[in-house]
């Protein structure tokens, strides 16, 4: 499966971006997909996760409540709404999908996801 992350820009603290993930190839409804992010000199940290069904979400406690997950199964594609920004959540955002042939669809770490997109930069001014 190929992913095209895209939405990322410039916005106040406090605002609100939209990225979306386009998914092509292979079934991309049989991917668990998420959202991952990466600041200069850290590790890529994991954001919000959805299931293959898009049964179950799960976030980092850092975005609970201001973020939300989603995907859409007829455009195949997956989208992160993402409000109440902070200058904290300034990184450049990945998307990210499992590979069905894991057997589980759930996952916090970069080690359980199999395909990559090219990353969208979002930044947050205080």
């Known amino acids: 499966v190929q992913l095209q992350a895209s939405g990322g820009g410039l916005v106040q603290a406090g605002g609100s971006l939209r990225l979306s993930c386009a998914a092509s190839?292979?079934?991309?409804?049989?991917?668990?997909m998420g959202w991952f992010r990466q600041t200069p000199g850290k590790e890529r940290e994991f954001v919000a996760g959805i299931s293959r069904s898009a049964g179950s979400t799960y976030y980092a406690d850092s975005v609970k409540g201001r973020f939300t997950i989603s995907r859409d199964f007829a455009r195949s594609t997956m989208a992160l709404q993402m409000n109440g920004l902070k200058p904290e959540d300034t990184a450049v955002y990945f998307c990210a999908a499992q590979s069905p042939a894991r057997g589980y669809d759930l996952g916090r770490s970069r080690n359980q996801y199999d395909y990559w997109g090219q990353g969208t930069q979002v930044t947050v001014s205080s």
């Open positions: 190839g292979r079934s991309p409804s049989m991917y668990g």
